[in-house]
């Protein structure tokens, strides 16, 4: 195992100016644009797949072939630094790309993670869907069906999804549904929905709070018939599975489970990017803006809380740089990757607060990007694992014990 360092290499160094010079041009001269008209950014995204930053052969180089896993959450960091809602449009297929690599076959991943992405000539998207209307943090919840048909060698899918990054607007779907109802969360599986499969459809756009330009929809499954090999791992893996819980010895851990913990430190990644672009503002802000004869910074009560943000953003970068780190040596202890993302969250929605505070009645203004830096913040205490599951895993994780 190598040494945990912060120091980036030459080529991590080029790959972040590359990044942050395309969040300069091309993502936040967009970003007011999108978030109010609160649709999918197409341009936008076809640009980054034009430069190759948006694309599966990027995914792979940053995901896979580097050994620090550092270049992923630093270039979620510049990408998130530009947009939020658009930087979401670009990482939302990573998602469904986690959501196949946690539980397919090496061939299932070559099959369908491009096509997640497209080509640049052909841009598309994939969506990870687990949640449901009913059950978002209780995954044990889900009803979604899964049911096999042994005469066609076909999976019949029916149920709602929630909540879903891309829903409806996919190309590909990796959906996770019930297989074994008896085993509550234990009895899940993912599944590939092709394109253009008949009985999938998209339900209500969702109105949000802020990452606006990311799509988010219900999934519809009403008798979605996809082939057996889009079971992803295979039948016999899941069959395997099933007969240890059946026997009570300890299954794999749950399907959504896997993506959702691999992902973290890259969801807080993209939590500093919004805590830095705001913070960058607001001390910029302070250093012109003259208040009582003087710069508001040359107060300390301004100054102090500047001091603040920044150490909070120091501080969360160090844990999810080292989450990032600790992931790809597969050595969590104490499930440092929840304690990263928990801890980058709450960093963006207090800091971009505290941004509008600096700035005052501008800051409340959509004049000004301090407001919807905040209203971007706020998802990041949300998905991927509520603030309170996180130290729900956090909790469990340093005392031994099944909190509840
Ligand atoms: C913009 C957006 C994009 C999303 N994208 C996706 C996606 O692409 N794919 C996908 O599958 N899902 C996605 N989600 C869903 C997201 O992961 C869920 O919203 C999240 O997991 C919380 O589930 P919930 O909304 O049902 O809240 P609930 O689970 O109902 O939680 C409500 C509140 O209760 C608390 N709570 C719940 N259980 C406990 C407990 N045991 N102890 C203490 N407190 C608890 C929660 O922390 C929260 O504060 C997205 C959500 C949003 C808003």
């Known amino acids: 195992m190598s040494d945990f360092s912060m120091a980036l290499n030459e080529d991590q160094l080029a790959l972040q100016k590359w990044i942050h010079e395309f969040a300069v041009e091309a993502i936040r001269p967009n970003a007011e644009e999108w978030d109010e008209k609160e649709e999918f950014p197409w341009p936008v995204v076809q640009q980054a797949a034009e430069i190759g930053l948006y694309g599966w052969e990027f995914m792979a180089e940053v995901m896979i072939n580097d050994p620090t896993g550092i270049s992923a959450v630093m270039a979620i960091e510049e990408i998130f630094w530009g947009d939020a809602g658009i930087g979401m449009a670009i990482m939302g297929s990573g998602l469904a790309a986690a959501g196949i690599a946690a539980s397919g076959t090496s061939e299932q991943l070559m099959e369908w993670v491009p096509q997640c992405y497209g080509t640049a000539d052909d841009v598309k998207v994939g969506a990870f869907c687990a949640t449901e209307p009913d059950a978002g943090s209780d995954v044990g919840g889900y009803r979604a069906r899964a049911v096999y048909d042994e005469a066609t060698d076909e999976w019949v899918l029916n149920g709602t999804k929630a909540w879903i990054t891309n829903g409806g607007i996919a ?40 990452i606006r330009a990311s799509h988010t929809a219900e999934v519809v499954l009403d008798d979605v018939r996809v082939p057996g090999h889009c079971l992803l791992g295979g039948k016999d893996k899941l069959d395997e599975r099933l007969a240890r819980v059946r026997e009570g010895k300890r299954g794999n851990s749950q399907a959504a489970m896997q993506t959702f913990e691999a992902t973290r430190p890259a969801v807080g990644a993209q939590a500093i990017g919004v805590a830095r672009a705001a913070l960058e503002y607001a001390t910029e802000y302070a250093k012109e803006r003259q208040a009582f004869g003087k710069p508001i910074i040359m107060n300390q009560s301004i100054a102090f809380m500047l001091a603040d943000m920044a150490t909070e953003v120091e501080a969360s970068r160090a844990l999810v740089w080292k989450a990032a780190w600790l992931g790809k040596q597969r050595a969590y202890k104490n499930a440092e990757g929840s304690m990263a993302k928990l801890k980058a969250a709450r960093t963006a929605t207090w800091v971009t607060e505290r941004a509008i505070q600096i700035l005052g009645g501008y800051g409340y203004s959509r004049e000004y990007p301090v407001e919807r830096w905040h209203r971007d913040a706020k998802i990041h205490d949300i998905f991927e694992g509520t603030e309170q599951i996180q130290q729900l895993v956090i909790s469990r994780a340093i005392s031994g014990l099944r909190i509840e």
């Not at 092709?194 to 709070?209: R, V």
């Open 171 to 210: 190309n590909v779907h990796v959906v996770v549904a019930v297989v074994e109802p008896e085993f509550g969360s234990k009895g899940h599986a993912s599944f590939i929905v092709p394109p253009n499969t008949p009985g999938l459809s998209q339900g209500q756009k969702y109105k949000k709070h802020g």
